[in-house]
Nanobody, 124 residues
Framework: QEQLVESGGGLVQAGGSLRLSCTAS????????MGWFRQAPGKEREFVAA????????LYADSVKGRFTISRDNAKNTVYLQMNGLKPEDTAVYYC?????????????????WGQGTQVTVAS
């Protein structure tokens, strides 16, 4: 059974950093595009970042560009999201997702595997 499990969330002060991890099991996702999305209370899920299977192509939402970095280690079947300069508006549940279509895109409907999410709370 394919599974994506996120970890690394928590409570941090504004300006601080967190690193989220997403480890896949049940199949290899090394040839999948991987992405991070987030959903804040009362808001729709939104795209954060995505990375190609090789890691050579990345895409970021404008709101996180320059602060967040997505990376992956295919040998470990793991994708990371390094978050620096966190702001209260980054508070959300962060979801890892896998896309078998090969498109590094911000469209959630392209992602056919999803994790359960990890809470990130940024205090002001």
């Amino acid at each position: 059974q394919e599974q994506l499990v996120e970890s690394g969330g928590g409570l941090v002060q504004a300006g601080g950093s967190l690193r989220l991890s997403c480890t896949a099991s049940g199949r290899t996702f090394s040839n999948y595009v991987m992405g991070w999305f987030r959903q804040a209370p009362g808001k729709e899920r939104e795209f954060v970042a995505a990375i190609s299977w090789s890691g050579s192509t990345t895409l970021y939402a404008d709101s996180v560009k320059g602060r967040f970095t997505i990376s992956r280690d295919n040998a470990k079947n793991t994708v990371y999201l390094q978050m620096n300069g966190l702001k209260p508006e980054d508070t959300a549940v962060y979801y890892c997702a896998a896309n078998s279509f090969g498109a590094v895109a911000p469209v959630s409907t392209l992602y056919n595997y999803w994790g359960q999410g990890t809470q990130v709370t940024v205090a002001s």
